[in-house]
Protein backbone atom coordinates (compact mmCIF):
# COMPACT_ATOMS: atom_id res chain seq x y z
CA UNK A 1 0.00 0.00 0.00
CA UNK A 2 1.24 3.50 -0.64
CA UNK A 3 1.82 5.61 2.43
CA UNK A 4 1.98 8.71 1.13
CA UNK A 5 0.56 10.52 -2.58
CA UNK A 6 1.96 13.78 -3.09
CA UNK A 7 0.23 16.30 -5.79
CA UNK A 8 2.02 18.99 -7.19
CA UNK A 9 -0.28 21.35 -9.36
CA UNK A 10 1.75 22.90 -12.30
CA UNK A 11 1.51 25.82 -14.39
CA UNK A 12 4.51 27.13 -16.61
CA UNK A 13 6.78 25.83 -14.33
CA UNK A 14 10.28 25.41 -16.73
CA UNK A 15 11.87 27.25 -14.49
CA UNK A 16 11.26 26.39 -11.28
CA UNK A 17 10.10 22.63 -11.91
CA UNK A 18 13.60 20.25 -12.04
CA UNK A 19 14.92 21.20 -8.95
CA UNK A 20 11.73 20.52 -7.19
CA UNK A 21 11.26 17.25 -8.56
CA UNK A 22 14.56 16.64 -7.75
CA UNK A 23 14.16 17.49 -4.18
CA UNK A 24 11.26 15.71 -3.42
CA UNK A 25 12.44 12.66 -5.41
CA UNK A 26 15.96 12.78 -3.53
CA UNK A 27 13.81 13.05 -0.13
CA UNK A 28 11.54 10.26 -0.77
CA UNK A 29 14.21 8.30 -1.91
CA UNK A 30 15.44 7.91 1.73
CA UNK A 31 12.26 6.86 3.30
CA UNK A 32 10.75 3.89 4.38
CA UNK A 33 7.85 3.67 3.05
CA UNK A 34 6.09 3.74 0.04
CA UNK A 35 4.99 6.55 -1.59
CA UNK A 36 3.79 8.53 -5.48
CA UNK A 37 4.30 11.78 -6.91
CA UNK A 38 1.31 13.07 -8.89
CA UNK A 39 2.49 16.09 -11.08
CA UNK A 40 -0.76 17.77 -12.62
CA UNK A 41 0.14 19.55 -15.71
CA UNK A 42 -2.38 22.71 -15.79
CA UNK A 43 -2.49 22.95 -19.32
CA UNK A 44 0.82 24.70 -19.16
CA UNK A 45 2.22 26.24 -22.42
CA UNK A 46 5.83 26.45 -22.13
CA UNK A 47 8.16 23.46 -21.85
CA UNK A 48 6.84 22.05 -18.09
CA UNK A 49 5.27 19.36 -20.08
CA UNK A 50 8.21 18.51 -22.18
CA UNK A 51 10.38 18.60 -18.70
CA UNK A 52 7.60 16.41 -17.09
CA UNK A 53 8.45 13.33 -20.15
CA UNK A 54 12.21 13.69 -19.39
CA UNK A 55 12.15 13.56 -15.52
CA UNK A 56 9.69 10.13 -16.33
CA UNK A 57 13.04 7.85 -15.98
CA UNK A 58 14.50 10.12 -13.48
CA UNK A 59 12.41 10.61 -10.83
CA UNK A 60 11.04 7.29 -9.40
CA UNK A 61 7.24 6.82 -8.82
CA UNK A 62 6.49 9.74 -11.11
CA UNK A 63 3.06 9.74 -12.33
CA UNK A 64 1.94 12.76 -14.94
CA UNK A 65 -1.54 13.85 -15.13
CA UNK A 66 -2.68 16.77 -18.05
CA UNK A 67 -5.55 18.62 -17.92
CA UNK A 68 -6.54 21.47 -19.58
CA UNK A 69 -5.79 24.55 -17.73
CA UNK A 70 -8.43 25.79 -15.71
CA UNK A 71 -6.68 26.83 -12.31
CA UNK A 72 -4.84 25.43 -9.26
CA UNK A 73 -7.72 24.22 -7.58
CA UNK A 74 -8.93 22.08 -10.49
CA UNK A 75 -5.24 20.66 -10.96
CA UNK A 76 -5.34 19.85 -6.95
CA UNK A 77 -8.56 18.29 -7.45
CA UNK A 78 -7.31 15.44 -10.52
CA UNK A 79 -4.26 15.24 -8.51
CA UNK A 80 -6.47 13.90 -5.29
CA UNK A 81 -9.28 11.93 -7.35
CA UNK A 82 -6.47 10.19 -8.92
CA UNK A 83 -4.43 9.28 -5.71
CA UNK A 84 -3.87 6.10 -4.02
CA UNK A 85 -1.98 6.89 -1.17
CA UNK A 86 -3.36 6.45 2.96
CA UNK A 87 -2.38 10.41 3.44
CA UNK A 88 -2.17 12.93 0.10
CA UNK A 89 -0.20 15.81 0.23
CA UNK A 90 -0.29 18.78 -1.90
CA UNK A 91 2.37 20.93 -2.45
CA UNK A 92 3.61 24.30 -4.14
CA UNK A 93 5.44 23.56 -7.53
CA UNK A 94 7.83 26.14 -5.91
CA UNK A 95 9.24 24.12 -3.48
CA UNK A 96 8.24 26.89 -0.97
CA UNK A 97 8.02 24.68 1.88
CA UNK A 98 10.30 21.83 1.64
CA UNK A 99 8.87 17.96 1.84
CA UNK A 100 10.77 17.16 4.84
CA UNK A 101 8.13 19.05 6.89
CA UNK A 102 5.35 16.50 6.13
CA UNK A 103 7.02 14.44 9.07
CA UNK A 104 5.38 16.57 11.07
CA UNK A 105 1.97 16.09 9.72
CA UNK A 106 1.91 12.24 10.44
CA UNK A 107 1.60 12.26 14.19
CA UNK A 108 -1.35 14.27 13.77
CA UNK A 109 -2.62 12.52 11.12
CA UNK A 110 -2.12 8.86 12.70
CA UNK A 111 -3.95 11.36 16.32
CA UNK A 112 -7.43 11.10 13.95
CA UNK A 113 -7.47 14.73 11.84
CA UNK A 114 -8.39 14.50 8.50
CA UNK A 115 -6.40 17.30 7.84
CA UNK A 116 -3.14 18.54 8.42
CA UNK A 117 -2.29 22.61 7.34
CA UNK A 118 0.62 23.81 6.68
CA UNK A 119 0.68 27.51 8.52
CA UNK A 120 2.73 30.74 7.81
CA UNK A 121 0.75 32.63 10.76
CA UNK A 122 0.87 30.45 13.56
CA UNK A 123 3.71 30.61 16.76
CA UNK A 124 6.97 28.39 15.59
CA UNK A 125 6.25 29.44 11.48
CA UNK A 126 9.54 30.65 9.68
CA UNK A 127 9.35 32.85 6.59
CA UNK A 128 12.15 33.35 4.50
CA UNK A 129 12.44 36.44 3.57
CA UNK A 130 9.10 37.86 5.47
CA UNK A 131 6.23 39.06 2.53
CA UNK A 132 6.23 42.73 1.78
CA UNK A 133 4.00 44.75 3.58
CA UNK A 134 1.80 44.96 0.94
CA UNK A 135 1.59 41.74 -0.07
CA UNK A 136 0.92 40.66 3.33
CA UNK A 137 -1.96 43.04 3.83
CA UNK A 138 -3.46 42.82 0.41
CA UNK A 139 -3.42 38.72 -0.17
CA UNK A 140 -2.70 38.07 3.92
CA UNK A 141 -4.42 39.51 6.24
CA UNK A 142 -6.94 41.11 4.08
CA UNK A 143 -8.14 37.77 2.54
CA UNK A 144 -7.91 36.19 5.56
CA UNK A 145 -10.57 38.98 7.17
CA UNK A 146 -12.70 38.57 3.69
CA UNK A 147 -12.43 34.74 4.18
CA UNK A 148 -13.60 34.49 8.05
CA UNK A 149 -16.51 37.18 7.07
CA UNK A 150 -17.50 35.18 4.40
CA UNK A 151 -16.73 31.58 5.05
CA UNK A 152 -16.15 30.87 8.52
CA UNK A 153 -13.56 28.78 9.53
CA UNK A 154 -12.12 31.50 12.25
CA UNK A 155 -10.23 29.35 13.88
CA UNK A 156 -8.17 28.94 10.98
CA UNK A 157 -4.87 31.46 10.35
CA UNK A 158 -3.70 30.52 7.00
CA UNK A 159 -5.79 29.16 4.87
CA UNK A 160 -3.32 29.44 2.24
CA UNK A 161 -0.37 27.95 2.41
CA UNK A 162 0.34 25.57 0.14
CA UNK A 163 1.07 22.68 1.98
CA UNK A 164 -1.62 20.80 3.46
CA UNK A 165 -2.10 17.03 3.95
CA UNK A 166 -5.59 14.59 4.13
CA UNK A 167 -6.14 11.56 5.01
CA UNK A 168 -7.63 9.26 2.64
CA UNK A 169 -10.77 9.19 3.26
CA UNK A 170 -11.22 12.83 4.22
CA UNK A 171 -10.11 13.28 0.81
CA UNK A 172 -12.20 11.39 -1.24
CA UNK A 173 -15.22 12.85 0.17
CA UNK A 174 -14.18 16.05 -0.27
CA UNK A 175 -12.85 16.54 -3.40
CA UNK A 176 -15.45 15.49 -5.76
CA UNK A 177 -17.35 18.01 -4.24
CA UNK A 178 -15.32 21.34 -4.79
CA UNK A 179 -15.97 23.39 -6.90
CA UNK A 180 -13.74 26.58 -6.80
CA UNK A 181 -11.45 26.08 -9.86
CA UNK A 182 -8.55 28.67 -9.12
CA UNK A 183 -6.70 29.77 -6.11
CA UNK A 184 -9.67 30.43 -3.45
CA UNK A 185 -10.01 26.29 -3.40
CA UNK A 186 -8.17 26.34 -0.17
CA UNK A 187 -11.42 27.65 1.69
CA UNK A 188 -13.56 25.80 0.24
CA UNK A 189 -11.91 22.19 0.64
CA UNK A 190 -11.24 23.04 4.59
CA UNK A 191 -15.41 24.34 4.89
CA UNK A 192 -16.43 20.84 3.16
CA UNK A 193 -13.75 18.78 5.88
CA UNK A 194 -15.00 20.48 8.56
CA UNK A 195 -18.63 20.11 7.51
CA UNK A 196 -18.16 16.35 6.76
CA UNK A 197 -16.65 16.51 10.72
CA UNK A 198 -13.11 15.66 10.19
CA UNK A 199 -10.89 17.58 12.75
CA UNK A 200 -8.38 19.88 10.77
CA UNK A 201 -4.95 20.93 12.71
CA UNK A 202 -3.29 23.96 11.22
CA UNK A 203 0.98 23.79 11.81
CA UNK A 204 3.42 25.95 11.55
CA UNK A 205 6.13 25.56 8.57
CA UNK A 206 9.00 26.86 7.17
CA UNK A 207 8.40 28.92 4.40
CA UNK A 208 10.78 29.97 1.53
CA UNK A 209 9.05 33.18 0.25
CA UNK A 210 8.93 33.78 -3.65
CA UNK A 211 8.88 37.15 -5.01
CA UNK A 212 7.90 35.79 -7.97
CA UNK A 213 4.69 34.21 -6.93
CA UNK A 214 1.64 33.98 -9.59
CA UNK A 215 -0.44 35.70 -7.14
CA UNK A 216 -0.83 39.23 -8.13
CA UNK A 217 -3.44 41.73 -7.86
CA UNK A 218 -5.81 40.36 -10.53
CA UNK A 219 -5.83 36.59 -8.97
CA UNK A 220 -6.72 38.22 -5.61
CA UNK A 221 -9.75 39.98 -7.11
CA UNK A 222 -10.89 36.37 -8.61
CA UNK A 223 -10.10 35.34 -4.71
CA UNK A 224 -12.67 37.48 -3.54
CA UNK A 225 -14.99 36.98 -6.43
CA UNK A 226 -14.80 33.33 -5.87
CA UNK A 227 -15.25 33.76 -1.88
CA UNK A 228 -18.52 35.64 -2.46
CA UNK A 229 -19.88 32.86 -4.94
CA UNK A 230 -19.03 30.05 -2.41
CA UNK A 231 -20.70 32.33 0.31
CA UNK A 232 -23.93 32.36 -2.42
CA UNK A 233 -23.57 28.39 -2.68
CA UNK A 234 -23.47 28.14 1.29
CA UNK A 235 -26.92 29.87 1.01
CA UNK A 236 -28.71 27.98 -1.24
CA UNK A 237 -27.28 24.97 0.10
CA UNK A 238 -25.38 24.29 -2.26
CA UNK A 239 -22.70 21.81 0.21
CA UNK A 240 -25.01 19.18 1.78
CA UNK A 241 -23.77 16.37 3.41
CA UNK A 242 -23.99 13.15 1.26
Same mark, same amino acid.
Given at each position: ?????????????????????????????????????????????????????????????????????????????????????????????????????????????????????????????????? @??? %???? /?????? =? *??? !? &????????????????????????????????? @??? %???? /?????? =? *??? !? &???????????????????????????????????????????
Amino acid at each position: MIRLSVIIPIYNEEQRLPNTLKKVSEYLEKQSYEYEIIAVNDGSGDRTGNILKESVSTVPSLRIVEIRHRGKGSAVKQGMLEAKGEILLFTDADNSTSIDQVEKMFPWLSQGYGVVIGSRDVEGAVLKPP @QSW %FRNL /VTGEGF =K *FLR !K &ILVGLWDIEDSQCGFKAFSREAAKKVFPRSRIE @QFA %FDPE /VLYLAR =K *FGY !K &IKEIPVVWANNVHSKVNTRSTVQMGFDLFLMRIRVWLGAYKTL
